[in-house]
């Protein structure tokens, strides 16, 4: 079945980076562009990122521009997020997202990877 | 990349319509058909209820419509029921070439 699963979450300090990576199986991966989605606890949904099909179109929020990097690697079915200078209000759980093509929205999401910012 | 307005909670009882709206500006939500809505149950995936407005994806019940008229989106529950009861977030893409999503609506089934 058509499944995004992410990994790399955990505990960081603020300044540090991390790197999330989002597994996709069960679909055409190269085929699809991605989000990323994410979500602070008790807050609602953010979008943080975008990556088109292949790599060459990538947009990002305002508020993760400049130090957010989101990439793909399409031979092996892999979405990644760098992220550097970390902050505390980075703390959430982060989606992967599939986005439905030609209809601006997202149709398939992972179950998500927590990532708190704390010293 | 102000966030789109929703009211925090609705409710409803079981067999009733509820309505959620979503408003935004000319730069999201009234300048493109990209408007969606999304069901989240709390610790679980969100869920694609709605897309380009009135959309509705393959295995979505159709008691659940949605419409726009200028800046304000809404997404409407018809016959509510017990498993309806989630958070629910709109979702615009917008003249910056970014999404934006919503605060989010509470439904309670009473």
């Known amino acids: 079945q058509v499944q995004l699963v992410e990994s790399g979450g955990g505990v960081v300090q603020p300044g540090r980076s991390m790197r999330l990576s989002c597994a996709a199986s069960?679909?055409?991966?190269?085929?699809?562009?991605i989000h990323w989605v994410r979500q602070a606890p008790g807050k609602g949904l953010e979008w943080v990122a975008f990556?088109?099909?292949?790599?060459?179109?990538?947009y990002y929020a305002d508020s993760v521009k400049g130090r957010f990097t989101i990439s793909r690697d399409n031979s092996k079915n892999t979405l990644n997020l760098q992220m550097n200078s970390l902050r505390t209000e980075d703390t959430a759980v982060y989606y992967c997202?599939?986005?439905?093509?030609?209809?601006?929205?997202?149709?398939?999401w992972g179950q998500g990877a927590t990532v708190t910012v704390s010293s | 990349q102000s966030a789109l307005t929703q009211p925090a909670s609705v409710s409803g009882s079981p067999g009733q319509s509820i309505t959620i709206p979503c408003t935004g500006t000319?730069?999201?939500?009234?300048?493109?058909?990209?408007v969606s809505w999304y069901q989240h149950h709390p610790g679980k995936a969100p869920k694609l209820m709605i897309y380009?407005?009135?959309n509705r994806p393959s295995g979505v019940s159709n008691r659940f419509s949605g419409s726009k008229s200028g800046n304000t989106a809404s997404l409407t529950i018809s016959g509510l029921q017990a498993e309806d009861e989630a958070d629910y977030y709109c979702?615009?893409?917008?003249?910056?070439?970014?999404?934006?999503f919503g605060g989010g609506t509470k439904l309670t089934v009473l």
């Open positions: 997202a599939r986005d439905l093509s030609y209809h601006y929205c997202v149709d398939v």
């Open positions: 069960g679909f055409t991966f190269r085929s699809y562009a």
């Open positions: 990556i088109s099909y292949d790599g060459s179109i990538k």
């Open positions: 000319s730069s999201d939500v009234g300048g493109y058909k990209y």
């Open positions: 380009e407005v009135n």
């Open positions: 979702s615009s893409f917008t003249n910056s070439n970014t999404w934006v």
